[in-house]
């Protein structure tokens, strides 16, 4: 999550750092982590809810670059790979257990559109060699929104977050322009059998290897293009394209990390960890989550609203958890500000950006009105 996307000037000394750091890996050894042969599968099936055919129906393309040598750490799978929701043993038990390829999801609906909230796990942010400089870390997530315009059926923005940072993208700049959020170019679109179309569904992202950073694959940020009939092309030569799982089609760690198309699987965040969380078993040391904050607006309260997953490994120099969790969505990461494009889209989106058009504020069958979380 640390590897960040820079352009034009700036960041002076981040540049330095990692112009020392490319110095070193010439000259030294990449040397990849050993997996033993066999590895055990102690992955639970998904918890799925009443959403799921909508998660299906607008399911993204994750286009996420892999490192030749350690592809495997670049993989997304579930948070309970190794069979529990602890998260300060899984640096270690990524080389023990079988990685299931997963990405979750959650949704809330107003009158006019659907927020489609996706979040990408990995058990390792890393970095072929350790400086000091960079915060590789023990687990790590990352998250993005598709808000879908009921009445055409059609994504219409997307949110991306990388490195605590978030971006907008808008297929439409007459309907939604800069507010105090600046909005990015477009996103791209694809059809059921993932080739680009203005009327597609399925909205492509890129995802960094190493941080693991999501950018819209138009971004300057992406390195990967997508020609006329979906063939993917990284610009360092190695990544793979995953889609979700068809209809009763087998989903498996890939014996190849370099390139082809992964199968994923779909999970609920709010049917899975929504009620540990409401519960107070999910946010602690040794639990999933840490990093707690207050977070409040007029439906719900949480006093205790993870921003990050727990971790006790290579932290870098600003401490053990590290990774975005799948509640923590925002376009910044104060506590005043995290949390708000999950719990409520609407109204974060209406106030980052200037909206022409119907844009309703109460959702329908909201999940999360009138908690109280202590």
Same mark, same amino acid.
């Given at each position: 999550?640390?590897?960040?996307?820079?352009?034009?000037?700036?960041?002076?000394?981040?540049?330095?750092?990692?112009?020392?750091?490319?110095?070193?890996?010439?000259?030294?050894?990449?040397?990849?982590?050993?997996?033993?042969?066999?590895?055990?599968?102690?992955?639970?099936?998904?918890?799925?809810?009443?959403?799921?055919?909508?998660?299906?129906?607008?399911?993204?393309?994750?286009?996420?670059?892999?490192?030749?040598?350690?592809?495997?750490?670049?993989?997304?799978?579930?948070?309970? #790979?190794?069979? %529990?929701?602890?998260?300060?043993?899984?640096?270690?038990?990524?080389?023990?257990?079988?990685?299931?390829?997963?990405?979750?999801?959650?949704?809330?609906?107003?009158?006019?559109?659907?927020?489609?909230?996706?979040?990408?796990?990995?058990?390792?942010?890393?970095?072929?060699?350790?400086?000091?400089?960079?915060?590789?870390?023990?687990?790590?997530?990352?998250?993005?929104?598709?808000?879908?315009?009921?009445?055409?059926?059609?994504?219409?923005?997307?949110?991306?977050?990388?490195?605590?940072?978030?971006?907008?993208?808008?297929?439409?700049?007459?309907?939604?322009?800069?507010?105090?959020?600046?909005?990015?170019?477009?996103?791209?679109?694809?059809?059921?059998?993932?080739?680009?179309?203005?009327?597609?569904?399925?909205?492509?992202?890129?995802?960094?290897?190493?941080?693991?950073?999501?950018?819209?694959?138009?971004?300057?940020?992406?390195?990967?293009?997508?020609?006329?009939?979906?063939?993917?092309?990284?610009?360092?030569?190695?990544?793979?394209?995953?889609?979700?799982?068809?209809? %009763?089609?087998?989903?498996?760690?890939?014996?190849?990390?370099?390139?082809?198309?992964?199968?994923?699987?779909?999970?609920?965040?709010?049917?899975?960890?929504?009620?540990?969380?409401?519960?107070?078993?999910?946010?602690?040391?040794?639990?999933?989550?840490?990093?707690?904050?207050?977070?409040?607006?007029?439906?719900?309260?949480?006093?205790?609203?993870?921003?990050?997953?727990?971790?006790?490994?290579?932290?870098?120099?600003?401490?053990?958890?590290?990774?975005?969790?799948?509640?923590?969505?925002? #376009?910044?990461?104060?506590?005043?500000?995290?949390?708000?494009?999950? #719990?409520?889209?609407?109204?974060?989106?209406?106030?980052?950006?200037?909206? %022409?058009?119907?844009?309703?504020?109460?959702?329908?069958?909201?999940?999360?009105?009138?908690?109280?979380?202590?």
């Amino acid at each position: 999550m640390t590897r960040k996307c820079i352009a034009g000037g700036g960041a002076v000394a981040l540049v330095v750092a990692f112009a020392l750091q490319a110095t070193i890996l010439t000259l030294g050894c990449r040397t990849a982590p050993h997996y033993a042969n066999e590895l055990r599968d102690a992955s639970p099936p998904p918890v799925v809810d009443r959403d799921l055919e909508w998660a299906r129906r607008y399911s993204p393309f994750v286009y996420q670059a892999t490192d030749r040598k350690r592809g495997r750490e670049d993989l997304p799978c579930n948070v309970d #790979f190794d069979g %529990d929701l602890i998260g300060n043993d899984n640096w270690e038990n990524i080389e023990r257990f079988r990685l299931t390829p997963t990405v979750y999801y959650a949704s809330l609906e107003t009158e006019t559109h659907r927020f489609l909230t996706f979040h990408l796990f990995h058990p390792r942010d890393w970095a072929p060699i350790r400086l000091g400089l960079q915060d590789v870390h023990e687990n790590d997530g990352e998250n993005f929104q598709v808000v879908v315009e009921k009445a055409s059926g059609r994504p219409v923005l997307l949110f991306a977050q990388a490195h605590y940072r978030g971006r907008a993208y808008a297929r439409d700049r007459a309907t939604f322009r800069d507010g105090d959020v600046r909005v990015r170019d477009s996103f791209v679109t694809l059809d059921d059998d993932g080739h680009p179309s203005p009327g597609g569904f399925h909205v492509a992202v890129f995802v960094e290897s190493q941080g693991h950073g999501i950018y819209g694959t138009d971004d300057s940020c992406s390195r990967v293009s997508i020609d006329g009939i979906g063939r993917a092309t990284f610009s360092k030569g190695s990544g793979l394209q995953l889609r979700a799982a068809h209809d %009763d089609e087998r989903v498996d760690e890939p014996r190849s990390f370099d390139s082809g198309v992964v199968p994923y699987r779909l999970e609920s965040t709010t049917a899975k960890l929504w009620p540990l969380l409401v519960a107070g078993s999910l946010v602690g040391d040794g639990r999933l989550f840490d990093d707690p904050c207050r977070y409040h607006d007029s439906r719900l309260t949480i006093a205790k609203m993870p921003r990050t997953y727990d971790g006790n490994l290579y932290s870098g120099p600003l401490g053990n958890d590290r990774g975005i969790s799948p509640f923590a969505v925002s #376009f910044g990461f104060s506590s005043r500000e995290v949390g708000a494009l999950f #719990f409520d889209p609407a109204a974060r989106w209406q106030h980052a950006l200037e909206i %022409d058009g119907p844009w309703a504020l109460d959702y329908v069958n909201d999940p999360f009105r009138g908690v109280v979380v202590h």
